[in-house]
């Protein structure tokens, strides 16, 4: 790929200048899968800076997790397929890429924790070893070098006694201290970007707060770009710049985190941040969203939020918003189109409690 | 680890003592006896035979005695096939030695030398040598079979099972689990003719049964055999390979089928595991990922299935060395069964029950060595 290459997004072009460091233009996963095609993700575009932070916040089956995948070229294909889209890793598009290559963007350049800690270690090797081993791949140093390595990443992560953790296999760790293992094993070669997908859900609460600390540390010291996937807001208030609200395998709104959390656009972001409990509401009964995601075999004509929408009016059910065709161009929905006859734009009560966590 | 060995290896003796008490009693239970040998010789009278029962430590039943009395005599001759009980003696007396002392003792303390438990696993009732000697000279062939075969079997089912696994519903896959499928269903006998049929008769490019050329060599696992062996190893050994081949080719397509699908199945679900893709996600090549992570892990419900079916081809793979006439343990099961040869058959499941029971042992050794989460003490 050429320097040519300009973000679309004026947005992130006016806070920071130059080329994205991961820039994902409309971006298409589908499966194909016994009862038809899901398109898991379908069309997104989205950029990170270089040392900058991006959430990407949705419920279960959005395609958040597809999306980081399909990044790191983790899918299975079958029944996985790309139909269109590139993926810019500075300049270079990972999908077109040899599998060679690519072989060394993975675990250097970007860099992956997981979910589940319990279950996203090898249980028969020890966590020395699954550290030293990207190590030795990477960067070529000898077996002596890498294990060295491993027990100054497993320092870096503050676990206590590293020398003795090393040689420990996963099943001796507890699960906080089995996602410090990831986030040491994905920080052991310094990538460029740390994609981490939903890195605290499987933890307990107490746990959580001190993972997020840790990931941001460790992120602001090693000057790495974080793609932060979750499904929880509250993660996202207190660790990301940037947020991108994805539904039904689109994005329905982007901007920063104070943007979308305290003047959100879309009715789906607003009826995300209604569904969180919150001191100012108690004894109030709870907004959830009505209804479910929609089938993926059977995707509503027009928006598809439009058959859970408090606000759907004539436009949603007959043309699908796409990012971009309303102004502000940050979120898809008719309500913020100039031609449409928009009832009651979305209005929601700030939230003071994450004003709190944004600081 | 020593001490779940010993704690084991103790547990295991009173589990072994109920297998030999069913297995000889449901022997005794199948109708017949030695004695069918004599029936309708006109020379020999019921007295007679009767006191070569007796001679032989068994109680002359015929289809009158009441089945309780029945009972009773197979726990008398158990007791001195075991050597609680002398059956020199009768009555309450037969649990003393023919020195005074109790019978189960060791016979330095005054106690008998007959029964399992003072060494002595009797005498063929169709030969007349010692058990121990009867089985000892059966090993050599059944081993060379059962290792030979286990050893193919295994690995092809390994490279078999993880390359289907990899590639999932390929061509290669579908053929895999099409033969499976086919040689899983078939009878080892009907394969083994088959393979006599086609190789020995009708190609002639193996012999049809045996373990040597008998006309070339003396006796398998004669002294003169190995002194023939030693003066001329190679074309011994090309001649047992010949021989080898049809059995061992029977074996291997049977078990091969159903280990094969064993293997896959588990590499299919360690190769979906999280860790896996982690282990892609860190950039390694597809080779360490699929050869070190995933295998790994899929090998250690092998080990296991492994280990079990060891005792199965030691006690000899009884229906292919029947077929081929192989001088293996099988086959003396085969024949001692035909010969109601109590003392061998119960030499035999002796042997079986220890072998069965140690590759368990062995198998959760083995399993606590590769699996780090696996401690037994």
């Known amino acids: ?359 | 680890m020593i001490k779940f060995i010993i704690r084991r290896s103790l547990g295991l003796v009173p589990l072994l003592l109920l297998v030999v008490v069913f297995s000889f009693l449901l022997m005794k239970a199948a109708p017949g006896g030695p004695e069918a040998q004599f029936q309708g010789n006109k020379k020999i009278s019921q007295v007679q035979i009767d006191a070569w029962l007796k001679r032989w430590c068994l109680q002359p039943t015929d289809a009158n005695t009441p089945i309780l009395e029945q009972v009773g005599n197979y726990f008398v001759e158990f007791g001195g096939w075991f050597g609680i009980l002398n059956c020199n003696r009768s009555g309450s007396q037969a649990f003393f030695s023919d020195s005074g002392g109790l019978n189960v003792l060791p016979p330095a303390l005054g106690g008998g030398s007959n029964g399992v438990i003072h060494g002595d696993l009797g005498y063929g009732i169709q030969s007349g040598r010692p058990v121990t000697e009867i089985i000892a000279e059966r090993i050599p062939a059944t081993f060379i079979l059962a290792f030979t075969a286990l050893v193919l079997w295994v690995s092809i089912a390994i490279v078999l099972g993880v390359y289907a696994a990899i590639h999932r519903y390929s061509l290669f896959d579908q053929t895999v689990t099409f033969l499976s499928y086919i040689f899983y269903s078939l009878p080892t006998f009907w394969l083994g003719l088959n393979l006599i049929f086609i190789f020995g008769v009708a190609l002639r490019w193996f012999p049809t049964g045996g373990i040597i050329t008998t006309r070339d060599w003396s006796p398998f696992n004669t002294p003169q055999y190995w002194q023939q062996f030693g003066a001329n190893p190679g074309a011994a050994t090309l001649d047992i390979g010949r021989h080898l081949f049809l059995p061992v080719l029977t074996l291997v397509a049977v078990n091969i089928a159903g280990d094969s699908r064993f293997v896959r199945a588990s590499m299919l679900e360690s190769i979906n595991q999280d860790y896996v893709r982690t282990a892609r996600a860190k950039g390694l090549r597809n080779r360490v990922v699929v050869g070190k992570h995933a295998l790994r892990n899929a090998m250690l419900p092998v080990v296991t299935n492994v280990a079990l079916e060891i005792p199965f081809l030691f006690s000899g793979a009884i229906v292919t060395e029947t077929i081929f006439n192989w001088p293996g343990m099988g086959r003396l099961f085969i024949d001692s069964i035909g010969g109601k040869d109590y003392f061998v058959i119960m030499g035999l499941l002796l042997v079986t029950a220890i072998i069965t029971l140690f590759a368990n042992l062995i198998a959760d050794v083995v399993y606590a060595i590769v699996d780090p989460r696996i401690r037994y003490d």
């Open chain 1, 1 to 359: 790929m050429t320097g040519s290459i300009l973000p679309v997004d004026d947005d992130v072009a006016t806070r920071s200048a130059g080329r994205p460091l991961l820039e994902v233009r409309d971006l298409r996963t589908y499966f194909h899968v016994m009862d038809g095609v899901v398109r898991a993700v379908d069309g997104i575009s989205f950029s990170i800076m270089a040392g900058e932070t991006l959430g990407i916040v949705g419920e279960s089956g959005c395609g958040k997790s597809v999306t980081s995948l399909s990044i790191m070229r983790l899918l299975d294909m079958p029944p996985a397929e790309i139909p269109s889209g590139e993926i810019l890793f500075e300049g270079r598009d990972l999908l077109t890429m040899p599998d060679e290559e690519m072989r060394k963007v993975r675990g250097n350049d970007i860099a992956m924790i997981f979910q589940e800690p319990m279950t996203s270690l090898n249980p028969v090797f020890t966590v020395g070893d699954q550290i030293a081993e990207a190590v030795i791949l990477h960067q070529g140093l000898s077996k002596k070098a890498a294990w060295d390595k491993a027990i100054e990443s497993l320092k870096a992560v503050g676990i206590n006694n590293p020398e003795r953790r090393v040689k420990q296999y996963p099943h001796e760790l507890s699960g906080g201290m089995r996602q410090r293992v990831m986030i040491a094993m994905a920080l052991s070669c310094d990538p460029k970007l740390l994609i981490a997908d939903e890195p605290t859900t499987a933890l307990d609460v107490t746990i959580q707060a001190q993972i997020l600390e840790l990931i941001r540390t460790v992120q602001d010291r090693t000057g790495a770009a974080l793609m932060l996937i979750t499904h929880d807001l509250g993660v996202v208030a207190e660790t990301v710049k940037d947020v991108v609200v994805m539904y039904a395998g689109r994005i329905v709104e982007e901007g920063s985190v104070e943007e979308v959390l305290l003047a959100p656009k879309h009715p789906y972001t607003e009826g995300l941040l209604g569904s969180i409990p919150s001191r100012g509401k108690r004894g109030e009964r709870l907004n959830v969203i009505r209804g479910t995601v929609p089938n993926p075999f059977n995707m509503p004509p027009g928006c598809n939020f439009a058959p859970r929408c408090p606000y759907a009016f004539e436009p949603c059910t007959q043309a699908d918003p796409r990012i971009g065709d309303a102004n502000p161009p940050d979120v898809a929905c008719w309500l913020y189109t100039a031609t449409a006859t928009s009832p009651t734009p979305p209005r929601v009560r700030p939230r003071l409690d994450l004003v709190e966590a944004l600081g």
